[in-house]
Protein backbone atom coordinates (compact mmCIF):
# COMPACT_ATOMS: atom_id res chain seq x y z
CA UNK A 1 0.00 0.00 0.00
CA UNK A 2 1.54 3.80 -0.88
CA UNK A 3 0.28 6.98 0.10
CA UNK A 4 -0.70 8.70 -3.26
CA UNK A 5 -1.22 12.05 -1.59
CA UNK A 6 1.84 12.33 -1.32
CA UNK A 7 4.45 13.57 -3.90
CA UNK A 8 6.72 10.26 -3.35
CA UNK A 9 4.05 8.05 -4.03
CA UNK A 10 2.54 9.88 -6.20
CA UNK A 11 6.01 9.19 -8.23
CA UNK A 12 6.36 5.53 -6.98
CA UNK A 13 2.50 4.52 -8.51
CA UNK A 14 3.37 7.07 -11.99
CA UNK A 15 7.07 4.06 -11.96
CA UNK A 16 5.33 1.47 -11.50
CA UNK A 17 2.10 2.22 -14.30
CA UNK A 18 5.33 3.11 -16.28
CA UNK A 19 7.46 -0.18 -15.95
CA UNK A 20 5.35 -2.96 -15.30
CA UNK A 21 5.28 -3.79 -18.82
CA UNK A 22 9.15 -4.31 -18.43
CA UNK A 23 10.46 -7.45 -17.65
CA UNK A 24 14.23 -9.23 -18.18
CA UNK A 25 14.30 -13.21 -19.31
CA UNK A 26 17.75 -14.90 -19.77
CA UNK A 27 19.83 -18.30 -19.97
CA UNK A 28 23.38 -19.44 -19.19
CA UNK A 29 24.91 -22.29 -21.30
CA UNK A 30 28.31 -23.33 -19.81
CA UNK A 31 29.43 -26.72 -21.04
CA UNK A 32 32.49 -29.24 -21.62
CA UNK A 33 33.58 -30.62 -25.05
CA UNK A 34 35.63 -33.51 -25.82
CA UNK A 35 36.66 -33.46 -29.47
CA UNK A 36 38.36 -36.89 -31.25
CA UNK A 37 41.17 -34.94 -31.88
CA UNK A 38 43.78 -32.09 -31.14
CA UNK A 39 43.08 -29.15 -33.53
CA UNK A 40 39.52 -30.64 -34.45
CA UNK A 41 38.08 -27.87 -36.77
CA UNK A 42 34.60 -26.97 -35.42
CA UNK A 43 30.80 -25.41 -36.26
CA UNK A 44 30.09 -27.05 -32.53
CA UNK A 45 30.94 -23.90 -30.34
CA UNK A 46 34.50 -23.30 -32.68
CA UNK A 47 37.32 -24.44 -33.81
CA UNK A 48 39.55 -25.85 -30.87
CA UNK A 49 43.14 -24.92 -30.72
CA UNK A 50 46.31 -27.13 -31.83
CA UNK A 51 46.58 -28.69 -28.96
CA UNK A 52 43.92 -28.92 -27.20
CA UNK A 53 41.15 -31.88 -27.54
CA UNK A 54 38.73 -30.77 -24.67
CA UNK A 55 37.78 -27.30 -22.88
CA UNK A 56 35.48 -26.05 -20.79
CA UNK A 57 33.29 -22.86 -21.93
CA UNK A 58 30.70 -20.41 -21.69
CA UNK A 59 28.96 -21.46 -25.17
CA UNK A 60 26.48 -18.92 -24.78
CA UNK A 61 25.33 -16.20 -21.59
CA UNK A 62 21.88 -13.78 -22.69
CA UNK A 63 20.16 -11.33 -20.86
CA UNK A 64 17.08 -10.44 -22.66
CA UNK A 65 14.55 -7.11 -22.00
CA UNK A 66 11.10 -7.02 -23.52
CA UNK A 67 9.20 -3.58 -22.70
CA UNK A 68 5.60 -3.69 -23.98
CA UNK A 69 3.53 -0.66 -24.58
CA UNK A 70 -0.57 -1.09 -24.69
CA UNK A 71 -3.02 1.96 -25.95
CA UNK A 72 -6.16 3.55 -24.30
CA UNK A 73 -7.98 0.42 -25.71
CA UNK A 74 -5.41 -1.56 -23.56
CA UNK A 75 -4.18 -3.00 -27.39
CA UNK A 76 -0.21 -3.97 -27.51
CA UNK A 77 0.77 -0.74 -29.98
CA UNK A 78 4.84 -0.67 -29.15
CA UNK A 79 7.05 -3.43 -28.58
CA UNK A 80 10.97 -3.06 -27.81
CA UNK A 81 13.67 -5.84 -27.04
CA UNK A 82 17.09 -5.58 -26.40
CA UNK A 83 19.66 -8.72 -26.01
CA UNK A 84 23.18 -8.87 -25.18
CA UNK A 85 25.39 -12.10 -25.44
CA UNK A 86 28.59 -12.62 -22.94
CA UNK A 87 30.79 -15.23 -22.78
CA UNK A 88 34.70 -15.25 -22.16
CA UNK A 89 35.32 -13.86 -25.03
CA UNK A 90 33.67 -10.69 -25.06
CA UNK A 91 30.30 -8.90 -24.78
CA UNK A 92 27.91 -7.77 -27.76
CA UNK A 93 24.19 -7.08 -29.21
CA UNK A 94 22.17 -10.04 -30.15
CA UNK A 95 18.95 -7.99 -30.35
CA UNK A 96 18.39 -4.43 -30.80
CA UNK A 97 14.73 -3.90 -32.46
CA UNK A 98 11.48 -2.19 -31.93
CA UNK A 99 8.12 -3.27 -33.35
CA UNK A 100 5.19 -0.73 -34.34
CA UNK A 101 1.62 -2.66 -34.26
CA UNK A 102 -1.45 -1.71 -36.41
CA UNK A 103 -5.06 -1.69 -34.39
CA UNK A 104 -7.76 -0.71 -36.87
CA UNK A 105 -7.22 -4.37 -38.60
CA UNK A 106 -4.77 -6.01 -35.89
CA UNK A 107 -2.95 -7.97 -39.01
CA UNK A 108 0.30 -5.87 -39.55
CA UNK A 109 3.28 -4.90 -37.36
CA UNK A 110 6.60 -3.21 -38.31
CA UNK A 111 9.97 -3.85 -37.28
CA UNK A 112 13.65 -2.35 -37.60
CA UNK A 113 16.37 -2.58 -36.20
CA UNK A 114 18.87 -5.71 -35.62
CA UNK A 115 17.10 -8.98 -35.31
CA UNK A 116 16.26 -12.37 -36.63
CA UNK A 117 16.49 -13.06 -40.69
CA UNK A 118 12.80 -14.21 -41.73
CA UNK A 119 14.22 -17.25 -43.16
CA UNK A 120 13.56 -21.15 -42.64
CA UNK A 121 12.70 -22.97 -39.49
CA UNK A 122 15.71 -23.33 -37.36
CA UNK A 123 17.13 -19.95 -37.90
CA UNK A 124 14.56 -18.40 -35.93
CA UNK A 125 14.46 -20.78 -33.13
CA UNK A 126 16.10 -19.56 -30.00
CA UNK A 127 19.30 -21.28 -28.62
CA UNK A 128 17.68 -20.95 -25.51
CA UNK A 129 14.49 -23.62 -26.76
CA UNK A 130 16.37 -25.65 -29.09
CA UNK A 131 16.71 -29.17 -28.21
CA UNK A 132 20.15 -29.75 -30.11
CA UNK A 133 23.05 -27.71 -28.91
CA UNK A 134 23.67 -25.95 -32.62
CA UNK A 135 22.36 -25.79 -35.47
CA UNK A 136 23.50 -26.85 -38.60
CA UNK A 137 26.49 -25.92 -40.60
CA UNK A 138 24.32 -24.51 -43.56
CA UNK A 139 22.95 -22.26 -40.90
CA UNK A 140 25.67 -20.98 -39.64
CA UNK A 141 27.73 -20.20 -42.69
CA UNK A 142 25.05 -18.71 -44.63
CA UNK A 143 23.14 -16.90 -41.86
CA UNK A 144 25.92 -16.49 -39.88
CA UNK A 145 25.21 -15.27 -36.65
CA UNK A 146 20.89 -15.29 -37.51
CA UNK A 147 20.64 -11.17 -37.20
CA UNK A 148 21.02 -8.88 -39.66
CA UNK A 149 20.02 -5.20 -39.66
CA UNK A 150 16.88 -4.06 -41.47
CA UNK A 151 13.13 -3.48 -41.45
CA UNK A 152 10.09 -5.96 -41.78
CA UNK A 153 6.91 -5.80 -42.26
CA UNK A 154 4.74 -8.49 -41.16
CA UNK A 155 0.87 -10.08 -41.80
CA UNK A 156 0.05 -11.67 -38.41
CA UNK A 157 -3.94 -11.69 -37.83
CA UNK A 158 -4.01 -11.22 -33.50
CA UNK A 159 -7.72 -11.82 -33.76
CA UNK A 160 -8.40 -15.06 -32.72
CA UNK A 161 -11.68 -15.04 -35.11
CA UNK A 162 -9.69 -13.45 -38.32
CA UNK A 163 -9.77 -16.72 -40.87
CA UNK A 164 -6.12 -16.61 -41.56
CA UNK A 165 -4.98 -16.35 -37.40
CA UNK A 166 -2.60 -19.15 -38.74
CA UNK A 167 -1.11 -17.33 -41.67
CA UNK A 168 2.42 -15.28 -40.58
CA UNK A 169 3.85 -13.49 -43.36
CA UNK A 170 7.20 -11.76 -42.88
CA UNK A 171 8.76 -9.30 -45.48
CA UNK A 172 11.47 -7.08 -45.56
CA UNK A 173 15.05 -5.44 -46.57
CA UNK A 174 18.29 -6.33 -44.61
CA UNK A 175 22.14 -5.15 -45.26
CA UNK A 176 23.06 -8.53 -45.84
CA UNK A 177 26.12 -8.89 -43.61
CA UNK A 178 24.35 -8.98 -40.30
CA UNK A 179 26.71 -9.21 -36.80
CA UNK A 180 29.95 -10.49 -39.12
CA UNK A 181 30.43 -6.92 -40.68
CA UNK A 182 31.09 -3.54 -38.56
CA UNK A 183 28.66 -2.17 -41.02
CA UNK A 184 26.92 -1.99 -44.73
CA UNK A 185 29.62 -1.88 -47.26
CA UNK A 186 27.93 -1.42 -50.46
CA UNK A 187 24.26 -0.23 -51.18
CA UNK A 188 23.06 -3.68 -52.20
CA UNK A 189 20.19 -5.10 -49.74
CA UNK A 190 18.65 -8.56 -49.15
CA UNK A 191 15.39 -9.09 -49.56
CA UNK A 192 13.97 -11.59 -47.52
CA UNK A 193 10.79 -12.98 -47.21
CA UNK A 194 9.09 -16.29 -45.38
CA UNK A 195 5.63 -17.43 -45.60
CA UNK A 196 4.60 -19.29 -42.70
CA UNK A 197 1.30 -21.51 -41.70
CA UNK A 198 1.74 -21.56 -37.66
CA UNK A 199 0.76 -25.06 -35.76
CA UNK A 200 -2.65 -26.43 -36.66
CA UNK A 201 -4.65 -29.43 -35.40
CA UNK A 202 -5.50 -31.95 -38.30
CA UNK A 203 -6.88 -34.05 -35.50
CA UNK A 204 -7.02 -33.99 -31.21
CA UNK A 205 -3.29 -34.82 -30.80
CA UNK A 206 -1.57 -34.16 -33.74
CA UNK A 207 -0.27 -30.75 -35.15
CA UNK A 208 1.27 -29.41 -38.34
CA UNK A 209 3.09 -26.46 -39.33
CA UNK A 210 5.37 -25.52 -42.16
CA UNK A 211 6.70 -22.35 -44.45
CA UNK A 212 8.21 -21.32 -47.77
CA UNK A 213 11.02 -18.95 -47.70
CA UNK A 214 13.16 -16.98 -50.05
CA UNK A 215 15.93 -14.83 -50.39
CA UNK A 216 17.35 -12.50 -52.74
CA UNK A 217 20.53 -10.56 -52.38
CA UNK A 218 23.60 -9.48 -54.05
CA UNK A 219 27.28 -7.89 -53.17
CA UNK A 220 29.09 -5.32 -55.16
CA UNK A 221 31.45 -6.82 -57.81
CA UNK A 222 35.00 -4.58 -56.94
CA UNK A 223 37.26 -6.53 -59.21
CA UNK A 224 36.50 -8.09 -62.73
CA UNK A 225 37.31 -11.25 -61.87
CA UNK A 226 34.71 -14.08 -61.18
CA UNK A 227 34.93 -17.71 -61.17
CA UNK A 228 32.27 -19.68 -62.28
CA UNK A 229 31.50 -23.75 -62.86
CA UNK A 230 32.17 -25.28 -66.05
CA UNK A 231 33.68 -27.95 -67.36
CA UNK A 232 37.39 -27.75 -68.42
CA UNK A 233 40.01 -28.82 -70.04
CA UNK A 234 40.91 -30.93 -66.52
CA UNK A 235 37.26 -31.99 -65.90
CA UNK A 236 35.19 -30.36 -63.55
CA UNK A 237 36.74 -26.68 -62.64
CA UNK A 238 36.04 -22.92 -62.11
CA UNK A 239 36.51 -21.13 -65.07
CA UNK A 240 37.26 -17.07 -65.29
CA UNK A 241 35.39 -14.21 -66.15
CA UNK A 242 36.96 -11.42 -66.71
CA UNK A 243 34.87 -8.94 -68.75
CA UNK A 244 35.77 -5.16 -67.74
CA UNK A 245 31.98 -4.30 -67.50
CA UNK A 246 31.90 -6.46 -64.23
CA UNK A 247 33.48 -3.82 -62.23
CA UNK A 248 29.86 -2.44 -60.39
CA UNK A 249 28.05 -5.72 -61.22
CA UNK A 250 25.68 -7.13 -58.56
CA UNK A 251 27.00 -10.61 -57.58
CA UNK A 252 24.34 -13.19 -57.28
CA UNK A 253 22.95 -14.24 -53.80
CA UNK A 254 19.68 -16.37 -53.99
CA UNK A 255 18.11 -18.57 -51.55
CA UNK A 256 15.08 -20.86 -51.16
CA UNK A 257 13.98 -22.75 -48.33
CA UNK A 258 10.78 -25.31 -47.73
CA UNK A 259 10.29 -26.56 -44.07
CA UNK A 260 7.33 -28.33 -42.36
CA UNK A 261 7.23 -29.51 -38.54
CA UNK A 262 4.75 -32.53 -37.16
CA UNK A 263 3.85 -32.77 -33.30
CA UNK A 264 2.26 -35.51 -31.92
CA UNK A 265 1.40 -35.21 -28.28
CA UNK A 266 0.64 -37.47 -25.75
CA UNK A 267 -1.30 -37.57 -22.12
CA UNK A 268 1.67 -37.98 -19.92
CA UNK A 269 3.46 -34.57 -21.62
CA UNK A 270 5.48 -36.14 -23.97
CA UNK A 271 5.42 -35.60 -27.70
CA UNK A 272 7.12 -36.83 -30.70
CA UNK A 273 7.96 -34.54 -33.43
CA UNK A 274 9.86 -34.79 -36.93
CA UNK A 275 11.53 -31.19 -38.47
CA UNK A 276 12.44 -31.30 -42.15
CA UNK A 277 14.19 -28.29 -43.60
CA UNK A 278 15.83 -28.00 -47.05
CA UNK A 279 18.10 -25.13 -48.98
CA UNK A 280 19.12 -24.59 -51.92
CA UNK A 281 20.41 -21.86 -54.04
CA UNK A 282 23.30 -19.62 -55.35
CA UNK A 283 26.25 -17.92 -53.29
CA UNK A 284 28.33 -15.36 -54.15
CA UNK A 285 31.76 -15.60 -51.88
CA UNK A 286 35.54 -16.32 -51.70
CA UNK A 287 38.22 -19.00 -52.71
CA UNK A 288 38.35 -19.82 -49.42
CA UNK A 289 35.09 -20.05 -47.52
CA UNK A 290 31.60 -19.94 -49.05
CA UNK A 291 30.21 -17.13 -46.02
CA UNK A 292 29.08 -14.25 -47.17
CA UNK A 293 32.17 -11.37 -47.18
CA UNK A 294 32.74 -9.57 -44.00
CA UNK A 295 34.04 -6.55 -46.03
CA UNK A 296 34.37 -5.42 -50.05
CA UNK A 297 36.76 -7.75 -51.55
CA UNK A 298 39.50 -7.05 -53.11
CA UNK A 299 39.68 -10.50 -54.88
CA UNK A 300 37.82 -12.37 -57.45
CA UNK A 301 34.47 -13.68 -56.36
CA UNK A 302 33.67 -17.33 -56.33
CA UNK A 303 30.02 -18.29 -57.52
CA UNK A 304 28.73 -21.85 -56.45
CA UNK A 305 25.17 -23.59 -56.12
CA UNK A 306 24.98 -25.05 -53.04
CA UNK A 307 22.30 -27.33 -50.89
CA UNK A 308 21.45 -29.03 -47.71
CA UNK A 309 18.95 -30.01 -45.18
CA UNK A 310 18.22 -30.21 -41.41
CA UNK A 311 16.02 -33.23 -40.48
CA UNK A 312 15.21 -33.68 -36.24
CA UNK A 313 13.32 -36.65 -34.61
CA UNK A 314 12.47 -35.85 -31.22
CA UNK A 315 11.33 -38.10 -28.46
CA UNK A 316 9.80 -36.79 -25.09
CA UNK A 317 9.13 -39.67 -23.01
CA UNK A 318 7.40 -37.02 -20.18
CA UNK A 319 8.24 -33.96 -18.91
CA UNK A 320 11.68 -34.94 -18.00
CA UNK A 321 13.16 -36.93 -20.46
CA UNK A 322 13.75 -36.46 -24.44
CA UNK A 323 15.71 -38.38 -26.84
CA UNK A 324 16.89 -37.16 -30.48
CA UNK A 325 18.55 -37.35 -33.58
CA UNK A 326 19.65 -34.83 -35.82
CA UNK A 327 21.03 -35.00 -39.60
CA UNK A 328 22.01 -32.26 -41.39
CA UNK A 329 24.32 -31.93 -44.59
CA UNK A 330 25.94 -28.96 -46.52
CA UNK A 331 26.92 -29.12 -50.19
CA UNK A 332 28.61 -25.74 -50.97
CA UNK A 333 29.19 -26.30 -54.51
CA UNK A 334 26.37 -29.05 -55.76
CA UNK A 335 28.56 -28.81 -59.14
CA UNK A 336 31.23 -31.27 -58.00
CA UNK A 337 31.44 -34.68 -55.80
CA UNK A 338 34.10 -36.15 -54.04
CA UNK A 339 37.26 -37.12 -56.27
CA UNK A 340 36.57 -34.49 -58.89
CA UNK A 341 37.45 -31.70 -55.94
CA UNK A 342 41.08 -31.40 -56.67
CA UNK A 343 41.34 -33.87 -59.52
CA UNK A 344 44.25 -33.15 -62.09
CA UNK A 345 45.27 -30.12 -59.59
CA UNK A 346 42.06 -28.44 -60.86
CA UNK A 347 41.41 -24.80 -58.82
CA UNK A 348 38.78 -26.63 -56.50
CA UNK A 349 39.25 -26.12 -53.02
CA UNK A 350 38.27 -27.49 -49.25
CA UNK A 351 35.88 -24.66 -49.63
CA UNK A 352 33.75 -27.06 -51.85
CA UNK A 353 34.17 -30.23 -50.07
CA UNK A 354 30.31 -31.62 -48.53
CA UNK A 355 29.81 -32.28 -45.05
CA UNK A 356 26.99 -34.25 -43.25
CA UNK A 357 26.19 -35.03 -39.45
CA UNK A 358 24.88 -37.33 -37.91
CA UNK A 359 23.92 -36.13 -34.41
CA UNK A 360 22.37 -37.87 -31.59
CA UNK A 361 21.41 -36.72 -27.93
CA UNK A 362 19.53 -36.70 -24.85
CA UNK A 363 18.24 -34.36 -22.89
CA UNK A 364 17.00 -34.24 -18.86
CA UNK A 365 14.73 -31.16 -18.04
CA UNK A 366 15.50 -31.10 -14.42
CA UNK A 367 13.18 -28.48 -14.15
CA UNK A 368 11.57 -25.33 -15.78
CA UNK A 369 14.73 -23.65 -14.93
CA UNK A 370 17.47 -26.13 -15.88
CA UNK A 371 18.23 -28.29 -18.33
CA UNK A 372 21.38 -31.12 -19.02
CA UNK A 373 22.21 -31.46 -22.75
CA UNK A 374 24.58 -34.61 -23.50
CA UNK A 375 25.14 -34.45 -27.66
CA UNK A 376 27.42 -36.84 -29.68
CA UNK A 377 27.93 -35.15 -33.30
CA UNK A 378 29.46 -37.67 -35.53
CA UNK A 379 30.87 -35.25 -38.63
CA UNK A 380 31.88 -36.98 -42.63
CA UNK A 381 33.28 -35.47 -44.74
CA UNK A 382 33.62 -36.37 -48.96
CA UNK A 383 36.68 -38.21 -50.02
CA UNK A 384 38.47 -35.69 -51.97
CA UNK A 385 41.71 -35.98 -54.59
CA UNK A 386 42.65 -33.34 -51.69
CA UNK A 387 46.15 -34.02 -50.30
CA UNK A 388 44.80 -33.23 -46.70
CA UNK A 389 41.03 -35.27 -47.42
CA UNK A 390 41.60 -38.28 -49.42
CA UNK A 391 39.64 -39.29 -46.36
CA UNK A 392 36.89 -38.91 -42.92
CA UNK A 393 38.61 -35.93 -40.80
CA UNK A 394 38.69 -36.89 -36.84
CA UNK A 395 36.56 -34.08 -35.86
CA UNK A 396 33.67 -35.67 -34.03
CA UNK A 397 32.62 -33.73 -31.15
CA UNK A 398 31.00 -34.54 -27.95
CA UNK A 399 28.70 -31.97 -25.69
CA UNK A 400 27.91 -31.73 -22.13
CA UNK A 401 25.89 -28.87 -21.42
CA UNK A 402 24.09 -27.54 -18.58
CA UNK A 403 21.36 -25.27 -18.82
CA UNK A 404 20.11 -22.21 -16.91
CA UNK A 405 17.57 -19.67 -17.94
CA UNK A 406 15.02 -17.39 -16.00
Given at each position: MMDTSTSVGRGILQMYWKFNRIYFTGYLQPQFQFAQEKGAQSWNGGNFAPEVNNRFMLRRGRV????????????????????????????????????VFENEWQVFNLTTGMFARPFGYEVNLSSG????????????????????????????????????????????????????????YDSYKD?????????????????????????????????KYTYRMANGANGKQFTIDSADDNIGRKAPRYYYGADMQLKLKYKNGGAT???????????????????????????PYFVRKFDGAFIYLLQRFNTH??????????????????????????????????????????????????????????????????????????????????????
Open positions: RLDYVHMNNNDEISIYFVFQFNGTERGVVIRDFWGRDRESPERGRMSQILMRNERDLGAMVSFEPRRKDHPLRNLKVDAGFFNGQGLTAPGEFITRVAWRPYPISKHLLISGGLSYLNGGLFQNTELRLEYWRGTQTASAGTSETPTALLNEHQAGIKYDWYDPNTDVKGSEIGENNNNLNATDIKYSTVAVGYNYIINENVRLMLWYDLIKNESTSLTDYTGDLKDNIFTARLQFKF
